[in-house]
């Protein structure tokens, strides 16, 4: 048998053992950018999920204890019936099929950001940061770093000059001195519409959260607001994230000199952060893991990171030279090396 087949037959092993089900049928319930994946079955008309998290690839013990954390604060993630650590094998609670993403339109996206909005706060007062990766300027920088070497140098097939890498470096100091002034609280980093679930009770669910970090008081608010899979008005945006500015101000998380202005800095920095970032993910994604269905989000991602740039004068510059370096170009293609 191939490895694949090898995992897959334990796979169902193990849950069949797990539900105490020995005709269990399992199916894609879904998979991440990671090498975990998701398998939904059912027991007695019921449906669970199995997480397959390969302990060499991705340790399912982070996703157990930031889940714990969560829950603790009274968030709706997924319970844990079962879990062999060892394996890689978890029986979890099924949230459901109805993320965000579809669910999201004119008439609803207030209502859905309302309840991802109010879960953040509480995500941000009440969950335990102690012992979380702190979001430093060694992992800021590992991440911007992407955008040069995966979409520059990898996809676009093209290299900085001196005076080109001037400016890339400029503009990543400012951003990260930008975050350096914020606040810090947990920090999920993937809170957006694919990982939010509309749900019957305490909605929304929330997953993918394994990744959770201590970092700036705008960045999960950025991912939200600015999702690399759907596009809002610009004016409704900022709409709000003053009225979630002053909610944390409210709450005593925020400082009572952090103006609109600068607040609004804060995000559009951070949100510059994560997107150029997710400019080379995508990339990497293509190049590396075999996933070329990334590379269709990279022009609303680009598109992000463009506008944010340019309505500060410190980070024009980059904007011009990603734009010209990218040119005619249509960027959803892959370049075969």
């Not at 037959?9 to 090498?35: K, N």
């Not at 990982?195 to 997953?207: D, F, H, K, Q, Y």
Request: aromatic residues 8%; charged residues 25%.
């Amino acid at each position: 048998m191939t490895p694949i087949a090898d995992r897959s037959a334990a796979r169902l092993a193990w849950a069949r053992h797990a539900t105490g089900a020995p005709a269990l049928v399992l199916e894609p319930a879904s998979a991440d950018a990671s090498f975990r994946s998701y398998w939904r079955g059912y027991v007695d008309g019921q449906p669970v999920i199995v997480m397959d998290s390969p302990p060499d690839r991705e340790d399912p013990a982070p996703w157990v204890e930031i889940g714990q954390r969560l829950a603790a604060a009274g968030l709706h993630v997924p319970t844990v019936m079962v879990a062999d650590l060892t394996q890689g094998f978890l029986l979890i609670e099924d949230l459901g099929t109805r993320t965000y993403l579809p669910e999201l339109s004119d008439t609803t996206v207030d209502a859905l950001y309302g309840d991802a909005l109010d879960a953040l706060l509480r995500m941000q007062r009440q969950v335990d940061t102690a012992g979380l990766p702190a979001f430093d300027h060694a992992w800021q920088t590992m991440e911007l770093e992407l955008m040069p070497t995966w979409l520059i140098e990898r996809h676009l097939g093209m290299s900085l000059a001196c005076e080109e890498w001037d400016v890339v470096e400029s503009a990543f100091t400012a951003i990260m001195h930008a975050i350096a002034e914020q606040p810090r609280a947990f920090m999920h980093r993937d809170y957006h519409s694919r990982n939010l679930l509309v749900t019957a009770e305490r909605s929304p669910g929330i997953i993918d959260f394994q990744g959770a970090m201590s970092g700036p008081i705008t960045y999960d608010l950025a991912s939200l607001l600015r999702d690399a899979y759907v596009v809002w008005d610009n004016e409704r945006v900022e709409g709000w994230v003053e009225a979630y500015r002053l909610r944390l101000l409210d709450a005593r998380l925020l400082d009572e000199t952090v103006d609109t202005d600068r607040f609004r800095r804060w995000f559009d920095l951070t949100g510059l952060q994560r997107h150029i970032k997710i400019l080379g993910l995508f990339c990497r994604l293509c190049y590396r893991d075999g996933k070329p269905g990334y590379l269709d989000d990279l022009p609303r991602v680009l598109r992000y990171v463009l506008d944010t740039a340019r309505r500060h004068a410190d980070m024009a510059p980059l904007a011009d030279l990603i734009e010209a370096k990218i040119g005619d170009r249509d960027i959803r293609q892959a370049t075969h090396a």
